[in-house]
């Protein structure tokens, strides 16, 4: 029975050093690996499961648990998780994880359909499923609402915090789009992209990264999977490759 794992790579020479069994999780409905910055720590969540396990990896060592956690974030320092779920957004200590499982919440806010979320520095951004979708933007350090906005026709798949404290979100609708917001969700700009799902940050070239699918206008069934890169200021195109389709 196959089972999620951890590779520990040694990039230079290109081998895998360490490979870490994560038998108690189930990995079939993807997951997250959130690193601490020293290095010393791994939170690992299992969508499927809906549980967030801390993990070292230096002895390949399971730690405490959060039940419940369907998404995760990490404050730049390390020091703060922030999770959610179908029904709550909630703050966590890390070093309230090294001593027991499933420790009390720093705060809670009670939410319904919750798709995903971004932290950036002291802000984190909510994306709820609806009619309309809707995005809202929380402050970390105590869970108070500061802004929110709807955003009709569209189910959100991706979010990114920006170096500027902004926020760029994907999604999908008659029209597959990429949108600028500033901090406080007043919309920037926007571009239209590939259908597709995630979007990534790509802080030291200042791009947005994604991938989907241009589909062919007179023949509805074929489709080009390709990989887009964003200029995050702008959101010009700044390249577009096309990836061999395994269908």
């Given at each position: 029975?196959?089972?999620?794992?951890?590779?520990?790579?040694?990039?230079?020479?290109?081998?895998?050093?360490?490979?870490?069994?994560l038998a108690p999780l189930t990995g079939q409905d993807g997951g997250q690996?959130?690193?601490?910055?020293?290095?010393?720590?791994?939170?690992?969540?299992?969508?499927?499961?809906?549980?967030?396990?801390?993990?070292?990896?230096?002895?390949?060592?399971?730690?405490?648990?959060?039940?419940?956690?369907?998404?995760?974030?990490?404050?730049?320092?390390?020091?703060?998780?922030?999770?959610?779920?179908?029904?709550?957004?909630?703050?966590?200590?890390?070093?309230?994880?090294?001593?027991?499982?499933?420790?009390?919440?720093?705060?809670?806010?009670?939410?319904?359909?919750?798709?995903?979320?971004?932290?950036?520095?002291?802000?984190?951004?909510?994306?709820?499923?609806?009619?309309?979708?809707?995005?809202?933007?929380?402050?970390?350090?105590?869970?108070?609402?500061?802004?929110?906005?709807?955003?009709?026709?569209?189910?959100?798949?991706?979010?990114?915090?920006?170096?500027?404290?902004?926020?760029?979100v994907r999604a999908n609708g008659s029209v597959a789009q990429v949108q600028?917001?500033?901090?406080?969700?007043?919309?920037?700009?926007?571009?239209?992209?590939?259908?597709?799902?995630?979007?990534?940050?790509?802080?030291?070239?200042?791009?947005?990264?994604?991938?989907?699918?241009?589909?062919?206008?007179?023949?509805?069934?074929?489709s080009q999977p390709v990989i887009q890169a964003l200029d995050a200021s702008?959101?010009?195109?700044?390249?577009?490759?096309?990836?061999?389709?395994?269908?």
């Open positions: 029975q196959q089972r999620p794992a951890i590779a520990v790579v040694d990039i230079a020479r290109e081998r895998v050093t360490r490979l870490w069994s690996l959130l690193l601490t910055p020293d290095g010393a720590t791994i939170f690992v969540v299992d969508r499927e499961t809906q549980v967030l396990v801390s993990f070292n990896p230096l002895t390949g060592a399971l730690g405490h648990r959060l039940d419940h956690v369907r998404t995760a974030a990490l404050s730049a320092d390390g020091a703060v998780l922030i999770t959610a779920n179908a029904v709550s957004l909630a703050a966590y200590s890390s070093q309230a994880l090294t001593d027991a499982d499933n420790p009390a919440p720093l705060w809670r806010q009670d939410l319904a359909r919750i798709d995903g979320l971004a932290l950036n520095g002291d802000r984190v951004l909510v994306s709820r499923g609806g009619d309309p979708g809707q995005l809202q933007v929380f402050d970390a350090a105590e869970g108070r609402l500061l802004a929110k906005t709807a955003l009709p026709d569209a189910y959100l798949s991706g979010l990114a915090a920006l170096s500027d404290g902004g926020w760029a600028r917001f500033s901090a406080d969700l007043q919309q920037v700009i926007t571009t239209t992209v590939p259908s597709g799902s995630g979007l990534f940050f790509d802080a030291s070239r200042n791009r947005l990264l994604l991938g989907g699918y241009r589909y062919d206008t007179q023949h509805a069934a074929s702008n959101l010009a195109v700044q390249t577009e490759q096309a990836w061999p389709n395994q269908e």
